[in-house]
Structure formats: C-alpha cells, structure tokens
C-alpha cells in the first residue's frame, strides 16, 4: 500500500480542522487534511460566537470570511410570547469582539477551505479515515480516496477534528454518553421571500414556544434563512413523521413567525437530528488529540459549538508546536482542563435554559443592564473571563438569582 509521511494529520476539514491547519501551516509544520466529504457540504450550526473571530484571526483565516460578507451577527434576540431580550454583543462585561457572523456551513466552511489551501495545505477531499494505529505516540492511518483507493499516512500526530464522524472517539472506544439533556431538532432552509429590510429581516432569533421547546430563525446574506425547531427528543418524536408537516406544525405554533414563514416553500426537505449531544472519556493521548465536536457537543441553544471547534482546534495547534519546540506540554492541564472549564460554564448555562431559571432572569424587568452586560460576555463565548462572576460563579449565579426573582425579590439582591 501507497505510504507517505507528515508532522500532523488533521481529520476533517470543518472549522476546527482549518483553523489548526492553518495555524500549523503558517508556522513550518508539514501538515495534511483529510476531508470525507466533497466540498461544499451541507452541515448544521450556522450562527457563530465573537469570540470565535479571535480564533479565524490568529490562524490568518479572517480576511478570507470577511471578503465573503457574510451577514454580521451583532447580537442575539430571545422571544417570548409578547417579550423581548436582546443581547448586544457590543454591550458586554470585559474585553472581546462585539459582532461575528450567521452563515449557511456550506458556504462559510468552503471559504476556510479554500483558504487554507490557498496558504499552502494539502486538503485531500472525499478521503475517509478508515483505521488508525498507534506506535507509542507514532500513528499510521489508513484513508480511502473517491477513487476507492487505499495509502497510508504516517503522523507524529493526529489532530482528530472529524466532527459528528467522532473518528477516534469511536476506533478508541472514546465514547460517553453526555450529562446534557436529549434533545432533538429539525431544521431546513428557506427562501426569505417576506424578508424586511434593515435589523428586523435580519435579526437571528429564537423564539421560545415552551420553556424546553424554541424555534431559530438565522437569516443569511444570500436571502435564504434557516429555521429550525429544537426540544426534547420525546416533543420532537411526538410530531408529525413527516419532517415536513413536523416543521410547519412548529412554525404555526410561533406567534412571531407564522406569517412570514408557514406557507414559505422549505428549500429541502427538513433534516432530523435525534440526541446530537455527545461526549467522550479522554479528548487526548499519546500522539493525538480530539478537537471540536469530536469531542464534545452540547446543545445548539447559544451557538457554542463553532466556537469550540475553533478554541480546541487553535489550541491543539498551539500545544503541538510547543512541544516540537522542546517545551513539555501538560495535556490535561493545559489542554483538556482547559477546554472542560469552558464547556463546564457553557454547559451550566444550556441546562439552566432548559430548567427555564435562564429564561427567569432574561425576561425579568426592570432589566439589570449590569447582570445583563456578564450574561452577554458569556453568550459572546468569553466562557474563560476569570473577571466575570458570571463565569467564575455560574454554578450558583443563575440558579440563585432565578430562585430570587421568582420569590418577589430582584437580581439587585443577590
Ligand atoms: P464539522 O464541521 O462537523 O467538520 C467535521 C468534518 O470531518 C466534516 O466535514 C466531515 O465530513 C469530516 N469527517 C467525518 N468523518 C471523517 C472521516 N472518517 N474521515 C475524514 N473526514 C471525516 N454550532 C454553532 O456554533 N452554532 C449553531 O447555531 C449550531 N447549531 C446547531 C444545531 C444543531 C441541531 C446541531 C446538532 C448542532 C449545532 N451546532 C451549532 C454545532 C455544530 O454543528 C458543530 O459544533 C460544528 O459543526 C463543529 O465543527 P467541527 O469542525 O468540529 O466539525
């Protein structure tokens, strides 16, 4: 069999993939990636985090995805019945970007693609990992390319960023069932055509239908929107089989949307995602780490997962190149450690959206512009802000100020 030889192989060429291959690549490692699927491809989660920015900017990836105008994601509306909470990112607690960008994956993982490709990586595309064996911290992976065709690649490392493909999670029997709740969705694309111009036509949203049920509405620049419906897996198996008929039924239930979507024609037939939350054991270990949702996912609820992808991808890069330098590398500490007080502080905020207390403290007025101010840093990802207490307390904050309002009392209290 074919065999060839690299620093770092990068599974997937998702955003975390890209954004530690290009890092990689701009500082002198040989790197390849190798990508399942065609470009462009169809994947969920299109509405990003500011922190992200940060991530595509230090990996050199930011003028490309700017260059492509996507529509700018300055904040994010939460509706309930006759109520609004809007979070603008520009009105946070602390430092950090004040806007990022909702955009259709096909397009916005294409640009990375291209890009990185652009700056000198090899992406291999529609080649699949088949099998992967370790030495010590030496791997060898077996791929197979579109034309059926078998080779073999050696790594001194693996970066594995396959995403809902889970590629070592599964051939290392990684796998653990995740702490966060069953919950399902069904999404598709839409074209807009009861679009308004300006902030309202534009403005990502969720509508919450029940305290566990919410609808998403992410308008992209190209006139096309997606919707999708998100709830527990039970609510979501208990609508119609049809995924078609599920949606619209949702769709009608919106007071906010109805009109200007339910008889809108679905671009394709809404796809269903059952218990997409996931977790695993170790996210690293000799000669490989799992970056993205090959590690973990939570919950679509604030739109974490692009962000996480790109954190875990910029910093397994970052602690590769570490370690080739010389230096040792604490992978628990300074990797996973890291990346589980992050997702630890994003998952408090996902169950507690679910237990409703989050939604208590987004729609109690008078509003708190201060405890408003460290919920929207957290929601704009600055999940590792020691600064805030809504970071360093998120365990109690939520949960006790949530008690207190529902008791007559006021955040001002707490
Ligand atoms: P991906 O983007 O999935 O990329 C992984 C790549 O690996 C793919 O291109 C795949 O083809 C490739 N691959 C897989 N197996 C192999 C193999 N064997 N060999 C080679 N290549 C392989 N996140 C957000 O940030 N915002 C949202 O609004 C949001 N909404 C969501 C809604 C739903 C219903 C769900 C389920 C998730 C949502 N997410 C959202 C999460 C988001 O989809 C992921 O977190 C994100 O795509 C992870 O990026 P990634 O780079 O880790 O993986």
Avoid at 212 to 227: A, C, D, E, K
Avoid at 343 to 362: A, I
Avoid at 375 to 390: M, T
């Amino acid at each position: 069999m074919k065999k060839e030889a690299v620093d770092v192989l990068v599974i997937g060429a998702g955003p975390s993939g890209c954004v530690a291959s290009a890092y990689l690549n701009k500082n002198g490692v040989k790197v390849k990636v190798v990508e399942k699927a065609r470009f462009p491809r169809f994947v969920i989660g299109e509405s990003f985090l500011p922190r992200s920015m940060e991530h595509y900017e230090e990996a050199g990836l930011l003028e490309a995805l700017k260059a492509k105008k996507f529509e700018i994601k300055p904040g994010a509306r939460f509706i309930r019945g006759e109520d609004i909470c809007f979070f603008d990112f520009s009105v946070k607690f602390g430092d950090g970007w004040d806007w990022t960008w909702q955009a259709p994956r096909a397009d916005f993982d294409m640009t990375l693609a291209e890009e990185v490709q652009r700056q000198g990586v090899e992406v291999c595309f529609e080649t699949e990992v088949t099998n992967v064996e370790f030495k010590g911290t030496d791997s060898l992976t077996t791929v197979k390319n579109k034309e059926g065709e078998a080779y073999q690649i050696e790594a001194k490392f693996i970066i594995d960023s396959s995403g809902y493909g889970r590629v070592l999670p599964r051939l290392l029997n990684l796998d653990k069932p995740s702490d966060v709740t069953e919950n399902s969705a069904i999404f598709t694309h839409v074209k807009d055509e009861r679009r308004v111009s300006g902030g309202e036509g534009t403005l990502i949203s969720f509508d919450i239908l029940e305290t566990q049920v919410w609808l998403w509405v992410i308008p992209f620049s190209n006139g096309n929107t997606s919707i999708g419906v998100v709830g527990p897996t039970k609510y979501i198996n208990s609508l119609p089989e049809d995924t078609e008929v599920a949606l619209r039924e949702v769709i009608n239930r919106s007071d906010y949307y109805r009109e200007r979507y339910l008889h809108t024609e679905f671009l394709f037939k809404p796809h269903k995602i059952q218990d997409y939350s996931c977790a695993v054991k170790q996210n690293y270990g000799p000669g490989f780490v799992l970056t993205g949702n090959s590690a973990e996912f939570l919950d679509p609820v604030f739109s974490s997962g692009v962000c996480f992808a790109t954190e875990s991808g910029l910093l397994s890069a970052k602690l590769f190149l570490k370690e080739q330098g010389g230096q040792a590398v604490d992978w628990e500490k300074e990797y996973s450690d890291y990346m589980k007080r992050g997702v630890r502080v994003f998952s408090t905020y996902v169950k507690e959206w679910y237990t409703g207390n989050l939604q208590t403290l987004f729609f109690h007025r008078p509003e708190n512009p201060d405890v408003k101010k460290k919920i929207c840093s957290v929601l704009a990802g600055y999940v590792w802000n020691e600064d805030n207490p809504f970071v360093m307390k998120h365990d109690r904050v939520i949960k006790s100020m949530a008690y207190l309002i529902q008791n007559g009392g006021s955040p001002e209290e707490y």
